[in-house]
């Protein structure tokens, strides 16, 4: 298994551009979500998903979309980049257990540089 | 709204010592509280998690502790190592109808000098 992947690692942006940000899992878990992470703010959660077709909100979800058409790919986009948009990128993606326990598990991040 | 506070911000200890890690979260409803050891340049992992119902949890040489009442919960490290050294994250998963979703903490970054 390769667990959860996401491309690209690195990428800079202009101001303005859009892009998307590719998360993909081989785990079959039903959660998806996106978080960034920032300097003495931790991961803060930008939008999260139960299943295939279903997307919710984050706290910090303004100037990005989702969608999950498939259980495996929830990719991020960026529809009009900001220098605030500067960041570490988390995909996590975790199983529906009938407890509360639900290990998340995360890609390697994407580190954007919005100029 | 959902929160999650962590403290300190960074820590430094000599190996061999202990190191203590806190958090306070806000939602009393919330049912389940892992934490998260994340080495440079690479994703947070899991190293060990609580349920709300239960107040310690050990593992080697991680434990962690929880008080209900307080609404807070601790990371404790003995003997530490160099390898030991990274930003350790607590979260804390809001009783929202079993999403997946947690609320992380700001994160300590720990240093364990040779």
């Known amino acids: 298994n390769a667990g959860v992947t996401q491309t690209p690692k690195f990428q800079v942006l202009k101001t303005g551009q859009s892009m998307t940000l590719q998360c993909a899992q081989d785990?079959?878990?039903?959660?998806m979500s996106w978080y960034r992470q920032d300097p003495g703010m931790g991961l803060r959660l930008i939008h999260y998903?139960?299943?295939?077709?279903?997307?919710d909100q984050g706290e910090v979800p303004n100037g990005y979309n989702v969608s999950r058409s498939t259980t495996e790919d929830f990719p991020l986009r960026l529809l009009s980049a900001a220098p605030s948009q500067t960041s570490v990128y988390f995909c996590?993606?975790?199983?529906?257990?009938?407890?509360?326990?639900?290990?998340?598990?995360f890609g390697q991040g994407t580190r954007l540089t919005v100029v | 709204g959902e929160n999650v506070e962590q403290h300190p911000s960074t820590l430094s200890v000599q190996e061999g010592d202990s190191a203590v890690i806190k958090c306070t979260y806000s939602?009393?409803?919330?049912?389940?509280f892992p934490w998260y050891k994340q080495e440079l340049g690479k994703g947070p992992q899991l190293i060990i998690d609580?349920?709300?119902?239960?107040g310690e949890k050990k593992d080697q040489r991680i434990a962690v502790t929880l008080n209900k009442t307080a609404k807070h919960f601790s990371l404790h490290i003995t003997e530490t190592q160099p390898e030991d050294s990274a930003v350790y994250f607590c979260a804390a998963k809001p009783f929202s109808g079993n999403t997946g979703k947690l609320i992380f903490g700001q994160g300590t970054t720990l240093q364990v000098k040779p």
């Open positions: 996590a993606s975790s199983y529906r257990s009938r407890g509360p326990n639900t290990e998340a598990f």
């Open positions: 785990m079959n878990h039903e959660y």
């Open positions: 939602d009393s409803a919330s049912n389940y």
């Open positions: 609580i349920r709300s119902n239960v």
């Open positions: 998903s139960v299943g295939a077709g279903i997307t």
